[in-house]
C-alpha cells in the first residue's frame, strides 16, 4: 500500500492549499483518514481527522481554517486550507488506517508534501 500526498507548495499569506491523499495498492477499505504536519525544530502535530463515516476533528490552530474531507470510493482524504498563517509552512502527511480485508487493519503514512507560506 502506498500513500501518495500532493498539493503542497508556495503561497503567500491568507492564501489556500488543498491537498490530496490517495491511498494505493492492496486497499479493501480505509478507515480514519488524517494530516499531520511537521514544522523545522518542531514536534508532528495531528492536524485533522476523518473517520469513515465522516465525523471530523481538528487541531485547535486550524479549527475554522482547515476542512478534512474524503471520498471512500477513491480512498482519497482532502486537506482544503483556507487563511494560512506563515506558521503552518510545514511538511504535511497523510496517515491511514489501511484495511487489507475485513479483520486485517495497518497503519500507512505518506511521504510528506512541503506547505510553505510566505510572509
Known amino acids: 500500500v502506498q500513500l501518495v500526498e500532493t498539493g503542497g507548495g508556495l503561497v503567500q499569506a491568507g492564501g489556500s492549499l488543498r491537498l490530496s491523499c490517495v491511498a494505493s495498492?492492496?486497499?479493501?477499505?480505509?478507515?480514519?483518514m488524517e494530516w499531520y504536519r511537521q514544522a523545522p525544530g518542531k514536534q508532528s502535530e495531528r492536524d485533522a481527522t476523518i473517520e469513515r463515516g465522516g465525523n471530523t476533528n481538528y487541531l485547535r490552530s486550524v479549527e475554522g481554517r482547515f476542512i478534512i474531507s474524503r471520498d471512500n470510493a477513491k480512498n482519497t482524504v482532502y486537506l482544503q486550507m483556507n487563511s494560512l498563517k506563515t506558521e503552518d509552512t510545514a511538511v504535511y502527511y497523510c496517515r491511514a488506517d489501511v484495511l487489507h480485508s475485513a479483520n486485517y487493519e495497518y497503519e500507512y503514512w505518506g511521504k510528506g508534501t512541503l506547505v510553505t507560506v510566505s510572509s
Open positions: 495498492g492492496d486497499v479493501f477499505g480505509v478507515n480514519d
